[in-house]
């Protein structure tokens, strides 16, 4: 399984951005799918997941602001950022666990969030 993430960028403080995950290889193996970020500094975070069967996680910072979906014909995971925070400034990874239960990462794509 190999992921593109794309869709980071500049966005004021209160505006909104939405990531796109492109999963290509293996892909029917995937058995859930998430979305996690890394500010400076600071530890790696998961912010959002969701399972096979479309069961959704969200981290307590992020309830209620992030939005996680999918567009299964087109292999594409997607995270919608409204409401963004200076905290939210990181950069995001969209990931994937396998049935052996290994956890595949992509590159990551930089959110900026200016105050």
């Known amino acids: 399984v190999q992921l593109v993430e794309s869709g980071g960028g500049l966005v004021q403080a209160g505006g909104s951005l939405r990531l796109s995950c492109v999963a290509s290889g293996s892909v029917s193996s995937i058995t859930g799918m998430a979305w996690s970020r890394q500010a400076t500094g600071k530890g790696r975070e998961v912010v959002a997941a969701m399972s096979r069967d479309t069961v959704t996680y969200y981290a307590g910072s992020v309830e209620g602001r992030f939005t996680i979906s999918r567009d299964r014909a087109k292999n594409t995971l997607f995270l919608q950022m409204t409401s963004l925070k200076p905290e939210d400034m990181a950069t995001y990874y969209c990931?994937?666990?396998?049935?052996?239960?290994?956890?595949?990462w992509g590159q990551g794509t930089q959110v900026t969030v200016s105050s």
């Open positions: 990931g994937a666990e396998v049935p052996s239960g290994a956890e595949v």
